[in-house]
């Protein structure tokens, strides 16, 4: 698999990721631009919804500890994946912005970048002992098959994935991910949805309103919160998300499964869970 990828590095755009060599530019053409050149510059750093549905990868990632994650394990909330390497000029120069974006989404979604440097942890490590990246998580791509996979053209290369691991976007080449308009937010698939849920011992309600607030009230009103929505919410399975606002944080799910409420025993479509602040508290609940 090594093999490939180097075949597939070697074949990047170099507007990609670095320069050309001072013997090649001697023996480029005038500085007249093709029509294909210009397409393909004017699609660098574009977002592109052509693969939006498309399952994530399945394959494993090593941790700088020697641990293995895929990005199943990220489920629950988005996951903004960014294809990198050390010696890639432009991934480098935008990799603090992705930093201050993952800054920025703690808590409503991850930003993993996957290293795709041949010479593994031993290149990688150095370099990140230099640039202090504290927010962000970096992985290694030991197989060197992630680019193959996304049919990513060069690097770097970033992808954004729902909640429930399915691709939104990708958009090849740099961008200002932490500037206004620079992460693309996605929009809201199918009508807004309102939701209501209820729980008891100790008693507590959940509004959610999509594209806009949950509003949270537990602990029989000794706690309350607000925390922006997630954009869509499926409502036919399993919906999962998380959020923060401040120092506080909301993780949801709600699965469609018959309910009803201890109390009053109405009858409810949903159960619902929920852990406000690491507390977990359980219930039941319906669309408004």
């Not at 004017?42 to 693969?51: F, H, L, Q």
């Not at 394959?59 to 390497?85: E, H, I, M, S």
């Amino acid at each position: 698999m090594r093999s490939v990828m180097v075949a597939i590095l070697v074949l990047m755009p170099l507007s990609a990721c670095g320069e050309a060599k001072e013997a090649d530019k001697a023996d480029a053409p005038a500085p007249q631009e093709s029509a294909a050149q210009a397409a393909k510059k004017a699609e660098t750093g574009t977002v592109d919804t052509s693969r939006a549905g498309t399952a994530a990868p399945t394959q494993a990632f090593a941790r700088a500890d020697g641990g293995k994650v895929t990005l199943a394990d990220y489920r629950g909330k988005p996951v903004l994946v960014n294809l990198w390497a050390t010696w890639c000029a432009p991934c480098v120069a935008e990799m603090p912005a992705l930093d201050r974006l993952a800054k920025a989404k703690a808590g409503e979604m991850a930003v993993v970048g996957i290293s795709q440097d041949l010479q593994g942890w031993e290149k990688v490590k150095p370099f990140l002992a230099k640039a202090k990246l504290q927010h962000m998580t970096i992985l290694l791509d030991e197989e060197g098959a992630l680019a193959t996979t996304l049919g990513a053209p060069g690097l770097p290369f970033t992808v954004l994935y729902d909640a429930a691991g399915k691709e939104i976007w990708r958009v090849n080449g740099p961008r200002e991910w932490d500037q206004p308009g620079g992460f693309p937010e996605p929009a809201a698939s199918g009508p807004p949805v309102r939701f209501h849920a209820v729980g008891q011992e100790p008693g507590w309600t959940m509004d959610i309103a999509t594209g806009h607030n949950v509003e949270v009230i537990a602990d029989y009103g000794s706690k309350t919160a607000t925390f922006k929505a997630p954009a869509r919410l499926a409502l036919e399975g399993t919906s999962n998300f998380a959020v923060s606002q401040g120092k506080s944080s909301l993780a949801v799910s709600i699965v469609k499964k018959a309910c009803e409420d201890t109390m009053s025993g109405k009858p409810y479509a949903y159960t619902v869970t929920m852990t406000l602040d690491d507390k977990r508290y359980e219930g039941c609940g319906e669309t408004l």
